[in-house]
């Protein structure tokens, strides 16, 4: 992964870890902290179909769709200034879901733009006119993406207003009205577009990490 990533010399930096690496469960993420060592920025797009006679949230992967579609037209402009509220540090605690490996949900978003593109809604279908969400980030939570995307579609129906973003933002927990709760966007739309390593791993703090997970495979196997 570090060569596919252009940093195949730093393979050789990692010292040798002291117990044998084959046939044993390994904790890489570890709340993150391999993750946050390795990773930089990372930039993810979320494709979405608006106008189309049908939702697709619940046709899953299997029709090959390569956008949400959604059966009603969404307020670009809205949703933009929206989008610009997430620019920054903030606690993104209400976009993510709960998995029990997480307990700091501050996170640094670095740009998020929402614009018109062409591209496939289908596979197989001719090109046709896209809303684009491009979250450029470090460090996203489980499910982050999906969440931002679907919380942004909510102000583009004029289902939420644009200072809710704010009020999630603000939030120091979950909903606790169901009926409120954000969902995460299908995942039809997702797309990894860019991603890229600490320009300074520190190599030495990487090797200690991944030691301790090492050794916490082995008593928990």
Sequence with gaps: WLEASGRGANLHAILPLPVPLRNMPLHWDDGGRVCQVLM??????????????????????????????????????????AASRLIGVHKFQAFTSDHGLENNWTRRIINVS????????????????LLRIRICGESFLYR?????????????RGVQPVSWIDHLLDMRGRFRNKSRRLSPAPSQGLRLVHMQ???????EHLHKLLTSNCERGIQQS
């Excluded at 982050?144 to 583009?156: D, E, K, N, T």
């Design 40 to 81: 930089g920025p990372k930039v993810y797009d979320y494709f979405v179909r608006p106008g189309a006679d049908f939702d697709s949230w619940g046709c899953g992967n299997l029709g090959g769709f390569l956008a949400w579609h959604v059966p009603y037209s969404l307020n670009l402009s809205a949703m933009q200034s």
């Design 114 to 129: 929402v614009e018109l593109v062409q591209g496939q809604a289908r596979r197989g279908q001719d090109a046709t006119e």
């Design 144 to 156: 982050m993406v999906r969440f931002i995307a679907f919380s942004l579609i909510l102000v583009g």
């Design 197 to 203: 390593l600490q320009d300074d791993i520190d190599m």
